[in-house]
């Protein structure tokens, strides 16, 4: 099945230590997005790439940063987890190019920060 | 004030009961909208696109109220199944390639 990954689906780091958060998908989408979300709040948009042009929220914060080698993949860095990055990544995709701008979402992963 | 707004609950209610919730957004130049649901701990779901004239997916209505700047979604004969988050999505402009949350207004069925 078509689908979007997420992995790990649980990360621990200890403060400060650079984690690597990984997202693929089959679904061959062009647009693919990374979200963070805390408890009972909207996902919250960090930045997006269309194909490879990378699109920043003006309020991420510059601990953030992502990489999209290729179509399929994208990786979200965070250079220096704080304890208030703890939170819930998404990855989505969507594509704009077949006239639809549904995002589907990956299952997610749980960060936790030590 | 937010971009997207949403009551954030909990509505109890018994199961078979009917229950509606609303979405309000700020930017009257929003293209798309949609519903998703979200269960504890998991990833957002589409749920269902809001289109202008309305639209409806068995027991699941969904309406797009232009001129007042809310989307609503109904929710008719409701089962334990149904609890969860729901989430309101609107694209803000033409030619964004993003969507804007609500944080959601959790939904809790009971027997």
């Known amino acids: 099945d078509a689908m979007v990954i997420q992995n790990p689906r649980y990360q621990v780091t200890q403060f400060g230590k650079p984690v690597t958060l990984s997202c693929s998908q089959t679904?061959?989408?062009?647009?693919m997005y990374w979200y963070q979300q805390k408890s009972s709040q909207a996902p919250k948009l960090l930045f997006h790439y269309y194909d490879k042009d990378f699109n920043n929220e003006a309020d991420t914060p510059d601990n953030f940063q992502s990489r999209r080698p290729n179509t399929s993949f994208c990786f979200l860095d965070i250079r220096s987890p704080g304890l208030g990055d703890a939170a819930m990544y998404l990855c989505?995709?969507?594509?704009?190019?077949?006239?639809?701008?549904?995002?589907?979402f990956g299952p997610g992963t749980r960060l936790t920060v030590l | 004030r937010k971009e997207v707004e949403q009551d954030p609950g909990p509505f109890n209610v018994p199961e078979g009961a009917t229950v509606a919730f609303n979405c309000t957004y700020s930017n009257s130049a929003s293209q798309s909208f949609f519903w998703y649901r979200q269960d504890c701990r998991k990833e957002p779901k589409l749920l269902m696109s809001v289109y202008s004239s309305g639209n409806e997916d068995g027991r699941f209505t969904a309406q797009l109220n232009r001129a007042s700047q809310y989307i609503s979604l109904l929710i008719r004969d409701s089962k334990l199944s149904d609890s969860a988050t729901y989430l309101c999505a609107v694209n803000p402009a033409a030619g964004y390639n993003k969507l804007i949350f609500g944080a959601g207004t959790r939904l809790a069925v009971h027997p």
């Open positions: 679904l061959n989408h062009n647009v």
């Open positions: 989505a995709t969507s594509n704009p190019a077949g006239s639809s701008d549904t995002q589907y």
